[in-house]
């Protein structure tokens, strides 16, 4: 089990900026690798970014070249850094966690969420 704890989310004005942290219960070296993902109201959970235990990257096209995501194996934790903030960002913003299980099985976790509200 990992057990994902958010926060930093809130209320921020339009080309602002916020940081998102997750605490991870577990070292993460079990961890395979952890992410950021959103949902607003009406809208599917879509992706935000990934970051692999070796430390690659990935983003959701929308969230490119304005969120930077990183992580600090010391204190377990993935950061989001999120500028240049837009109304459409608005969503509650989930933690991920994957883990790979036996017979390359794959086990996600997720973090119970944060709001991120920007205002126009």
């Known amino acids: 089990q990992v057990q994902l704890v958010e926060s930093g989310g809130g209320l921020v004005q339009a080309a602002g900026s916020l940081k998102l942290s997750c605490a991870a219960s577990r070292s993460m070296f079990v961890i395979n690798s952890m992410g950021w993902y959103r949902q607003a109201p009406g809208n599917s959970r879509e992706l935000v970014a990934t970051?692999?235990?070796?430390?690659?990257?990935n983003y959701g096209d929308s969230v490119k070249g304005r969120f930077t995501i990183s992580r600090d194996n010391a204190k377990n934790t993935v950061y989001l850094q999120m500028s240049s903030l837009k109304p459409e960002d608005t969503a509650v913003y989930y933690c991920?966690?994957?883990?790979?299980?036996?017979?390359?099985?794959?086990?996600?976790?997720w973090g119970k969420g944060t709001l991120v509200t920007v205002s126009s």
């Open positions: 970051i692999t235990s070796e430390g690659s990257t």
């Open positions: 991920n966690a994957v883990v790979l299980g036996p017979l390359k099985s794959v086990i996600n976790f």
